[in-house]
């Protein structure tokens, strides 16, 4: 049991609660400062630059378009920035055409939302694009028209599609930080679920078995945050001088990634086969230890977030470690309940080795011929 459980059992429950909401509560004031910081300063900076340069009296749709296209979303991929700003932006303009050319009436706000509506999604199967071209288009027609012209509020909100563009290039959000966060928490699931299913198998501690099977089984959310947010990072490198330089360092990661994923499904194949050989009350202190060097060159490789050499020494680790997964070198070549946990774990090694650095065909090259 973690501290945290521990403290969880000690303390009432509704204080519990509470001091667990305000952590979470500053967690996330802390992660949203420098999304705030850029949404903040785009929307002031579209709306200045169509205040004060294009003399646009009230230039609200700049600042809307800026802050939603940017959003507080995990995802802050310029293609999805633009992808927002664009449906917003089309929204305005077919609201304008709209009205210019059938004015206002009982019947025309349906037909323009419903036009709008079919027409975004003829254009692209993006449900946010749809949504946003409609919510814009029903603004625009239910607002009071601005002096100007009748196409100053689409100049608005290419004015602000635009600022949130300048803004994801040059006031990037750490997506480099946030990808090796979610990195870091995956690692670190994957390294206690080794450590817990090590610690039954030596203890033969069944309701522990279960507990790591149902806590391996849950990482999914974790993979994909970490998935979206180097993708994330990757995208903005591309346009962003501050992170360009980074990009190799990011590219590498996705070789992380795509190991770790793997590994993280063969581990709860791994922990299920071994839930069910325990309950037959038999140590089996060879597996234990196999498990033990596999959590210690995991440490290893969760070093190699930070610094990239660590990744080298884990792989030499998994290396050693690899070349042990013959059933025949430990008497169990006929056993075969036994022998299977020492069959599967050879794909999770592959998948290791693979995270730490080699191609698939090297990690495959050090399996022990069977």
Known sequence: MSFLDTQAIKQPKKRSRLGWNLRE??????????????????AWGSWAFAHYVLGHEIAFLSVTVAVTSLGLSRDARPKRIMQTGLGMVSGIAVSELFIVAFGHGIWQL??????????????????????????QSALVY???APLGGPYTRTIDGL???????????????????????????LLEVF??????????????DVASADATLLTIRRTQPLLDNWRMSLDSAISISQISPFLRRHRDELLDQTRLLKGMDLATRNLRVVVRRIDFLIRDGQPRPYLADLLQQIEDATKVLAEGIEDPERRTDALELYVEIIRQLDPKKHGIAD??????????????LVDLLVAAGATEDEARAELPEI
Do not use: C, W
């Open 25 to 42: 509560s500053a967690r996330r004031v802390l992660e949203t400062i420098a999304p705030a910081v850029q949404i903040t300063l785009a």
């Open 110 to 135: 349906p037909v323009l939302i419903f036009g709008v509506l079919l027409a975004a999604r003829f254009v692209t199967n993006s449900a946010t694009y749809a949504l946003s071209a409609v919510a």
């Open 142 to 144: 239910l607002t009071v």
């Open 159 to 185: 004015v602000g599609g635009t600022a949130a563009l300048i803004a994801t290039a040059l006031i990037p959000r750490d997506p480099r930080g946030l990808a090796r966060k979610d990195a870091e928490k």
């Open 191 to 204: 390294l206690e679920s080794l450590h817990a299913i090590r610690s039954a198998m030596q203890k033969l």
């Open 335 to 348: 056993q075969l309940r036994e022998a299977s946990v020492l069959l599967l774990l050879r794909p999770l």
